[in-house]
């Protein structure tokens, strides 16, 4: 799939649409969910035009690769989910019903989460 910068992420991320920041850095921004599917629902995604996963891994560095995942983290500790514990959820292609073709990682925590994924 070619990266379309009309998705709601790139506009967020060039200032065009609000989002509540928690964390950014070079490669990652950071905000809450508009529509939390638990009590704690954020959402870190990347600086690059990626359309997701698949494309993120095939065609970013290693050191794209890390810092975003340590983003993630970073993440989930200033929203106060690393200790207790939380989901990391990347909707990628059709059957994922990914909505947004940013790349785009879920952090899910705050309450125990259902155990069906
Ligand atoms: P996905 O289905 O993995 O593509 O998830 C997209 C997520 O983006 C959904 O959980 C939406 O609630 C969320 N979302 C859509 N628009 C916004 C927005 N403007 N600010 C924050 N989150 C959003």
Do not use: C, W
């Not at 200032?15 to 964390?23: D, H, L, M, R, V």
């Not at 500790?77 to 200790?83: F, M, Q, R, T």
Request: net charge negative; aromatic share 10%; hydrophobic share 40%.
């Amino acid at each position: 799939m070619e990266y379309n910068a009309d998705n709601v992420f790139a506009k967020i991320l060039r200032g065009e649409i609000p989002s509540q920041t928690i964390y950014e850095d070079d490669h990652a921004l950071a905000f809450y969910d508009i529509n939390p599917k638990a009590k704690i629902h954020a959402l870190v995604i990347s600086k690059g035009m990626f359309t997701d996963y698949n494309d993120f891994i095939n065609h970013s560095s290693d050191d794209e690769i890390a810092a975003f995942s340590r983003a993630i983290l970073k993440t989930a500790e200033l929203i106060g989910v690393a200790k207790d514990g939380y989901r990391i959820v990347f909707n990628t292609g059709k059957n994922s019903g990914q909505e947004v073709p940013h790349l785009h990682a879920h952090i899910l925590g705050g309450e125990p989460l259902s155990t069906d994924l």
